[in-house]
């Protein structure tokens, strides 16, 4: 994880909250860092290099103006597979697939399960809750077309970073509402859960690259079109009707401004009857999910989330042979 920050650092990153949103979005990433390190222990950046037996392609998928870019990682074999609808992190106001890659990927394979990746619409141009309707009109894509994509729409499950963590379990609650199927399992890593800014991880992480208080301050000041959306429980999602949904599996980093939303949100969700499992990964940073491919934990989360996956997919035994992601 150090050397992942190291190698972050040496990007020289700007603060965002400093810059606009277009010199933002080209900032320098944790994917970015990864790469830096890969190369200088003479390994290949090529993502399918790194997970192999799943392969990816990108096709177009409905969302809630018109139709998003998404990327589909899929094992290798004929299927039917589960289907994960995942959506990327970067506060609704950055990143994409690609940026993502690394953990969707690590899904598909650790899960045995087709991953749709989602490139949702970002704000400012698109505020609140443009990112929301398009995950719920991914999901439901999903569920339509999950045999054109080797899927089994009986078995579809939600998960995200970051943000992508929160139109996550906003899309199971979104579904529930609409009354459409229940995903089989939720799963949110870091998820932003509540908008404030002074919770104990807040104030003990505040300025920990490679997210900050002040990061988060702009990106929510970016996305909402009026203070009053703060208090929305698409948002504030540990005040929201929880009851009724999916089980839900919730990952954070020690070191983020984040973890406290997530420890909110599984307290939040146990009150509601749903059931939760909740693992915290010590001497991790925001973002480490995506670097399993130099970062032993971020290894191990990525199994763990696969793993809840397919217990929640009760995944029957699959005959094809698939080769596991490259050693650190």
């Not at 045995?112 to 990112?131: G, I, N, T, W």
């Not at 939720?186 to 990061?215: D, K, M």
């Amino acid at each position: 994880m150090l050397g992942v920050l190291t190698a972050y650092a040496a990007l020289s990153p700007r603060p965002v909250e400093k810059v606009d949103v277009s010199t933002a979005r080209q900032s320098p990433t944790l994917a970015d860092a990864v790469n830096v390190v890969l190369k200088g222990r003479a390994r290949s950046t090529d993502p399918e290099s790194r997970v192999l037996g799943v392969k990816s392609h990108d096709i177009t998928v409905a969302g809630g103006d018109a139709d998003l870019p998404a990327r589909i990682y899929a094992p290798v074999g004929p299927g039917p597979y589960p289907v994960v609808v995942y959506f990327h992190g970067g506060g609704w106001v950055m990143g994409n697939k690609d940026s993502y890659d690394d953990g969707a990927r690590g899904l598909a394979y650790y899960a045995k399960a087709v991953v749709v990746s989602v490139d949702y619409r970002l704000a400012p141009e698109h505020q609140f809750p443009a990112a929301w309707d398009d995950a719920l009109a991914a999901y439901r894509w999903v569920l339509k077309h999950a045999p054109e994509i080797q899927g089994d729409p009986q078995r579809v499950a939600l998960a995200g970073e970051n943000s992508g963590g929160t139109l996550a379990l906003a899309t199971a609650i979104a579904a529930r509402d609409a009354g459409l199927p229940k995903p089989a399992h939720v799963l949110a890593i870091y998820p932003i859960t509540q908008t404030s800014l002074t919770t104990p991880s807040y104030q003990e992480n505040a300025s920990v690259p490679p997210l900050s208080r002040a990061t988060m301050e702009w990106m929510f000041s970016k996305v909402v079109r009026k203070p009053e959306d703060l208090r929305d429980p698409r948002l504030q999602l540990i005040d929201a009707d929880l009851t009724q949904l999916p089980p839900v599996t919730l990952i954070t980093a020690r070191i983020d401004p984040l973890r406290s939303d997530g420890e909110q949100m599984a307290d939040a969700l146990r009150k509601a009857g749903v059931p939760v499992e909740y693992r915290d990964f010590e001497g991790t940073t925001h973002g480490f999910f995506g670097t399993a491919a130099v970062v032993e934990k971020a290894e191990r989360a990525q199994s763990y989330a696969g793993q809840r996956l397919a217990a929640a997919f009760a995944t029957k035994e699959v005959t094809f042979t698939v080769a596991g992601p490259a050693g650190h």
